[in-house]
């Protein structure tokens, strides 16, 4: 007898073929058989007909390894049919830890609303703790160039022959214990001080090991072309198995005539001589970003603690003001309705409100109020996360719309209740990937349900390595979503953000049912995917 089928339904399989009506059947953790089974008897039996049957979504740029210690049911995101998020983006990860970097990750943790003392130090260590804490999803883990640099106690530009070294060991640690490959974030400090031999060789320890590189590359608007040569360079060196982060250009911040256009050209002429990159995009015409990006490298210099001391200093504001003409360059023009506070420990009433707002609230200049934020942050300076209107709809429409890319969220999972609510009062959280299918498919046209599927299901999983996952096909494990297309509901809005989408009616994650008829049934059969 089978453990569980799902009868009648429309499968979308992940391959991007036509819907086509079958049963499926599932024992244990793997699916067995998919085709019309009219004698097949089941300890539970689902009936999906008028819905469609897919593989459960992989989030491809996820940012759940903030959030899953104070959210292991990963509440906001499974509700969506998210069964394994990539994690450790954009050059940070939680592993490795050393006496140099736990204040770092201490504070990290804190502004996601985990207060219990960090118990691991390497990532072999950290992956357990997961494992043992047990999680809805399946998660699997990039090791964060951000994490590794602060953990060997690197500042500055250049790292000692000592140091890489220890950098070294603590990537092949991290491939040792399973992880995925290296991410950098290269907008960020400390890894945009990091200059181009040490990712080099860092991303050669990570290849060594069959590992994928991804990165949130240097820049994306005047010095667009130049960082993805560099993304290359570092990406050859690893084998050339790589993905371009979140590859987009943000509007009016200086970016030369058809910058995306030329940056995709840029992908299919590597991927010609044989580089295996690919890239991924986000859902939304807003996008999350670091408070602190804007800051130039000297304020920076010394740690996040003692930055955050400078900027109380009114000679500081005021030569900074003239000095943050970098990452999100509108910032630096005035563009204060375009950015909004997210997650900050010290003010989460100010979640959801943009920069003007703020200035409104407290009276005060737009720039105080910017430099009095991260200036309560002290030493978590580096953990305060804003949004902003980073797009145009047509210029979304054309990322989500290109066959090499994948459909992510970077943003992080997330619940309607207790502290980590109030630090993420954005839609993203709670609708980011539905919002593909709900608006891009459903009501934009932008692309069909089974090409959208295909980009948040084979397509990420194949290129990150992740075997069994992302089809709907005999043998593979028997992650699976279940749901009408014409009854998806986003629900969260930007007015009333803190609300969980509706219409995934069944999410199995390893055969077990986690959502079911809609509801979080509580059970964390996740596993971590191990490379
Ligand atoms: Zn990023």
């Known amino acids: 007898m089978l453990d569980v089928l799902i009868r009648g339904g429309q499968v979308i399989d992940g391959t991007g073929a036509p819907r086509r009506q079958s049963d499926v059947a599932i024992v244990g953790d793997r699916i067995v058989e998919v085709g019309l089974l009219p004698q097949a008897t089941a300890a539970r039996v689902i009936e999906a007909s008028g819905s469609v049957v897919a593989p459960g979504f992989v989030d491809c740029h996820s940012h759940t390894d903030w959030s899953i210690q104070a959210n292991p049911t990963a509440e906001s995101t499974i509700r969506q049919g998210i069964t394994t998020e990539i994690v450790g983006q954009c050059g940070w990860s939680n592993a490795p830890v050393s006496e140099a970097s736990r204040e770092l990750i201490t504070q990290r943790l804190g502004?996601?609303?985990?207060?219990?003392?960090?118990?691991?130090?390497?990532?072999?260590?950290?992956?357990?703790?997961?494992?043992?804490?047990?999680?809805?999803?399946?998660?699997?883990?990039?090791?964060?160039?951000?994490?590794?640099?602060?953990?060997?106690?690197?500042?500055?530009?250049?790292?000692?022959?000592?140091?890489?070294?220890?950098?070294?060991?603590?990537?092949?640690?991290?491939?040792?214990?399973?992880?995925?490959?290296?991410?950098?974030?290269?907008?960020?400090?400390?890894?945009?001080?990091?200059?181009?031999?040490?990712?080099?060789?860092?991303?050669?320890?990570?290849?060594?090991?069959?590992?994928?590189?991804?990165?949130?590359?240097?820049?994306?608007?005047?010095?667009?072309?130049?960082?993805?040569?560099?993304?290359?360079?570092?990406?050859?060196?690893?084998?050339?198995?790589?993905?371009?982060?979140?590859?987009?250009?943000?509007?009016?911040?200086?970016?030369?005539?058809?910058?995306?256009?030329?940056?995709?050209?840029?992908?299919?002429?590597?991927?010609?001589?044989?580089?295996?990159?690919?890239?991924?995009?986000?859902?939304?015409?807003?996008?999350?970003?670091?408070?602190?990006?804007?800051?130039?490298?000297?304020?920076?210099?010394?740690?996040?603690?003692?930055?955050?001391?400078?900027?109380k200093d009114p000679a500081v504001r005021a030569r900074l003001r003239g000095e943050c003409d970098r990452y999100w360059r509108f910032i630096h023009r005035g563009e204060w309705g375009r950015v909004r506070m997210l997650g900050s420990a010290e003010f989460p009433e100010l979640s959801g409100k943009s920069l003007a707002e703020v200035a409104a609230i407290?009276?005060?200049?737009?720039?105080?109020?910017?430099?009095?934020?991260?200036?309560?942050?002290?030493?978590?300076?580096?953990?305060?996360?804003?949004?902003?209107?980073?797009?145009?709809?047509?210029?979304?429409?054309?990322?989500?719309?290109?066959?090499?890319?994948?459909?992510?969220?970077?943003?992080?999972?997330?619940?309607?209740?207790?502290?980590?609510?109030?630090?993420?009062?954005?839609?993203?959280?709670?609708?980011?990937?539905?919002?593909?299918?709900?608006?891009h498919v459903r009501e934009n046209r932008t692309l069909s349900l089974e090409e959208a599927i295909r980009k948040m299901t084979s397509q990420p999983a194949d290129h990150h390595g992740l075997a069994g996952r992302?089809?709907?096909?005999?043998?593979?494990?028997?992650?699976?979503?279940?749901f009408d297309p014409g009854h998806l509901e986003e629900v969260s809005t930007l007015e009333q953000p803190l609300a969980y989408s509706r219409g995934i009616d069944y999410v199995l994650v390893n055969g077990a049912v986690v959502v079911d008829g809609g509801e979080h049934t509580g059970a964390r059969p996740g596993r971590n995917l191990l490379r």
């Not at 992302?470 to 979503?481: M, Y």
């Open 111 to 311: 502004t996601y609303a985990y207060h219990d003392p960090i118990a691991w130090s390497s990532t072999g260590e950290y992956l357990e703790f997961i494992g043992r804490m047990g999680t809805s999803p399946n998660l699997a883990w990039f090791v964060g160039h951000n994490a590794v640099r602060a953990a060997a106690g690197v500042i500055g530009p250049t790292a000692t022959e000592a140091q890489m070294e220890q950098m070294e060991a603590y990537v092949a640690e991290a491939m040792e214990a399973g992880c995925v490959g290296l991410s950098t974030g290269l907008e960020f400090e400390p890894g945009r001080t990091a200059q181009t031999d040490e990712l080099v060789r860092l991303n050669r320890v990570a290849g060594g090991y069959g590992g994928i590189y991804a990165s949130h590359i240097r820049n994306r608007d005047a010095a667009i072309f130049q960082a993805i040569d560099e993304f290359m360079t570092i990406a050859r060196a690893g084998g050339g198995r790589a993905e371009i982060s979140h590859l987009n250009v943000r509007y009016n911040t200086g970016a030369p005539d058809r910058a995306w256009e030329r940056a995709v050209e840029m992908v299919e002429g590597a991927r010609r001589e044989g580089v295996d990159v690919m890239a991924d995009t986000t859902p939304y015409t807003e996008g999350i970003g670091q408070m602190a990006g804007i800051l130039p490298p000297w304020v920076l210099a010394h740690g996040s603690a003692r930055a955050a001391e400078a900027l």
């Open 362 to 439: 407290w009276d005060k200049d737009p720039w105080d109020c910017y430099f009095d934020v991260l200036a309560a942050a002290g030493s978590g300076l580096d953990s305060v996360i804003v949004v902003a209107e980073l797009f145009t709809p047509e210029h979304v429409a054309d990322m989500i719309g290109h066959p090499l890319f994948s459909l992510g969220v970077d943003s992080f999972s997330s619940r309607v209740d207790g502290p980590l609510s109030e630090r993420t009062r954005h839609p993203l959280s709670f609708a980011g990937m539905l919002h593909y299918l709900a608006y």
């Open 470 to 482: 992302g089809r709907l096909a005999e043998g593979s494990f028997a992650d699976l979503v279940v």
